[in-house]
């Protein structure tokens, strides 16, 4: 299971705050310290408006980038903003996202070629959400036709299912599922990820929620997804998923996790 840390977002109160003020070390805390707990890939998400989000975002890189070299996910719906970003960072990035607008895939499929990026395809054509499994289905059709037609590799692709809460449509969480396991048989290279914490919004106690569907969602075949890693119960969860699913081979991540002290010590 690889984790996007999903720290770095313009969209929280403290991070827009940063971004304004140009506070350096806060945000190379939150690098620091997605890093360390296992983060493969560290979110980056300007949430300022259109004008500023290019120079916001390679502000982010750059600062992020004198701290840790891990490789970074630009997340933008801004192909302007997400190729100046790009030119801005040391290792290829991984793209978030593309969708199935004709619009969206002419600006920012060149930009995955030129740089070889890894590229987040959202299950969503235009500006309406899909209402059911077979909509996204389809979406994803088309645009992995629109992917290996411009030469990009299967593998290079991860399809988020668009994960809504179960608070407005209880059927949610196993529409995505669906969605994975759907696609997981049509395309073995392809990986998939998605917004974790979206199953919960608008509930109390959502991090029940979000670990049990986590563990449902990597038995359908999720491999990614974009998440807190400073949640030690979560990244627990994650271990024990993969042990129990069969994807870790003589039980060597969960007991080095364990030594690590990964775990809470009052439980057995
Ligand atoms: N799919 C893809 N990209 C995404 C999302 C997705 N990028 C943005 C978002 N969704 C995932 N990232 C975050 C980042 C931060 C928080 C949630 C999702 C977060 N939320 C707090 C909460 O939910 O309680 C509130 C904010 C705060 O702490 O201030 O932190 O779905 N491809």
Redesign the pocket.
Known sequence: MKIIG??I?G????VAQAITERDTDFIQSLAQKQTEAGATWL?V?AGTHPSREADDLIWLVETIQAVVDTPLCL?SANPKALAEAAKAVNKTPMI??INGEPERLEGILPLVVEHGCQV?A?AMGGKKMPENTEARVDIIHQVIAATRAAGIPDKSIYV?P??MTVSTNIQSGMIACDTIRTLHQSYPEVHF???L??IS?GLPA?SYINRAFLTLAMAAGLDSA?L?PLDRELRAAILAAELVLGRDRHCLNYTRAFRAGVFDSTKN
């Open positions: 999903e720290k977002n969209t929280r109160k403290r979110d998400n997340d978030n996202s987040i959202l988020d668009l994960l990820t998605l917004g914490s979206n919004f959502r974009i807190d």
